[in-house]
Each structure stands twice: as C-alpha cells, then as structure tokens.
C-alpha cells in the first residue's frame, strides 16, 4: 500500500514569496491533516479536512495561509508572503475514521515539505 | 489551552541502557498516542492508549497511561541504537514537545 505522498520535499524562497505544498493522502483516507512542525518543537495541527469539507482550522493563519482538498482526494497548503516565521516541516498526515472518533485514529504521515524562508 | 509537555527533551545513552520518558498535562485527555520520528521523515504511531491506568507492551517498550488520564510513560528496556529518534506523545490532536533520544553502540 502506497503512503502518504507530499512535494516537494525541500523547497528555499525569500520572504514575501509565495509557496505551495501538495499532498497525495493513503486512498480511501476520508481525513486529511497538515501539520506545522518547527525545529526541535512537536508538530501542530494547521487545518483537518474530512472529504473536502473544513472540520478544523483554528490554527490556520488565514491572513496568510490556505488550504484546499478539492474532490476529497489530494490537498494544497498555500502560503502567500511567506515570513521567516514560517520555516518549518509542513507534514501531511491522513487517516480513515473510526468509530472512536478521528483523535483516536491511526494518523499516517508523509515525509514533509522541509521549508526555508530567507 | 490543552499542552502536553515531555521530559526529558534530550536524552543520550549507550546501548542496553533502560530509559523512561514522560509526557504531562494538566488536562484529562480521552486517549494519548505515543509516535517515533526519524530524521527527514513523518512520525510513526506507536500505540494508543486509552483507559487510565492502562499498560501497554510493544517488544521493548512499555506505555502506561496515568489514572487520570493526564499523563503517561513510555520506559524502553535494553535500549538499542535503532531505538534512536524523537519520540512524541499525542493527544486529540496536539503534540507534545518531544523527546530526542540517542543510543550509542
């Protein structure tokens, strides 16, 4: 079974600039996370998506980041301008709801996007 | 605010050394999930525990979730370099601060 794709997996841009990461979730995955993770920090969650409807973005900075799932399948993280703040690891992570409830479920993560912003 | 807060951040050990480490809040959570993360690549799920006082054993290592469900342990035994990597304790979707270990040969 093929995981959780993302690109690209390194990616330097000056502040001001725009970038955008892509994730290809596990198929038949309904749930699909970004997450933030800063070096020497823990990840944190950006935005969930369950299908193609929003269930949480009160971390997403909306001034400056979007998301989109459109069709339900794959994803963009769309960051415009980006400041220096925002280098990090952007991970992407889907998972197949449950009856516990999604934050009992399995997450499974792709490799990152590892961004540097000068 | 919910905050999961781990010790010791970094640890470095010689292999076949026993080690535990912890993961706090001052918030009861319905379930804790415990992950390993290795350089360049996402984190892996380790296990989930979910009713207090709950031990859960996974070869070497060894998961125990507090009685109130505000804490938990993770004690690996006989520790070896594949061992090697940050551990992240999770709960209803936030991350704690994470653990660096390192096991020397």
């Known amino acids: 079974e093929a995981g959780v794709a993302q690109s690209p997996r390194y990616k330097i841009i000056e502040k001001r600039q725009s970038v955008a990461f892509w994730c290809n979730p596990i198929s038949g995955h309904a749930t699909l996370y970004w997450y933030q993770q800063i070096l020497g920090q823990g990840p944190k969650l950006l935005i969930q998506?369950?299908?193609?409807?929003?269930?949480?973005d009160s971390q997403l900075p909306k001034d400056r980041f979007s998301a989109e799932r459109l069709k339900g399948v794959d994803s963009t993280l769309k960051i415009q301008p980006a400041k220096l703040e925002d280098s990090a690891v952007y991970l992407c992570?889907?998972?197949?709801?449950?009856?516990?409830?999604?934050?009992?479920?399995?997450?499974?993560f792709g490799p990152g996007t590892r961004l540097l912003v000068l | 605010t919910q905050l999961l807060e781990q010790s010791p951040q970094f640890l470095s050990i010689q292999e076949g050394e026993n080690l535990t480490v912890y993961c706090n809040s001052s918030s009861v959570f319905s379930s804790l999930q415990w992950y390993r993360q290795e350089p360049g690549e996402g984190p892996v799920l380790l296990v989930t525990?979910?009713?207090?006082?709950e031990v859960k054993k996974l070869k070497r290592l060894t998961f125990q979730f507090g009685d109130a469900r505000k804490d938990s342990s993770l004690h690996i035994t006989a520790a070896q370099p594949g061992d090697t990597g940050l551990y992240l304790c999770?709960?209803?979707?936030?991350f704690g601060t994470g653990t660096r270990l390192q096991v020397f040969p």
């Open positions: 998506f369950q299908n193609n409807g929003v269930v949480d």
């Open positions: 992570a889907s998972s197949i709801p449950g009856l516990a409830g999604f934050r009992q479920e399995t997450q499974y």
């Open positions: 999770a709960g209803e979707l936030i």
């Open positions: 525990v979910v009713t207090g006082g």
